[in-house]
């Protein structure tokens, strides 16, 4: 996902998709800690792209409700 993409989600679907995202990371490291990941080891890597990108965006949004606050 692209950080714009991001950009028009509400607060709250961005917690949403965060929890998903992170659950996602957690069943996927437990997957490859049993059996190495053949289909897409780079996958790992990108959830935790994905999931700065998430948080990156919910802080922005946060700091713009409290600097017009």
């Not at 028009?8 to 659950?23: I, P, V």
């Amino acid at each position: 996902m692209k950080a714009e993409e991001l950009r028009g989600y509400s607060l709250h679907e961005l917690h949403t998709l965060l929890r998903e995202k992170r659950k996602e990371l957690s069943d996927m490291r437990y997957r490859n800690a049993q059996s190495p990941l053949s289909d897409a080891p780079s996958k790992i890597p990108a959830l935790r792209k994905d999931i700065a990108r998430i948080i990156t965006v919910i802080n922005e949004k946060r700091h713009e409700r409290t600097k017009s606050v």
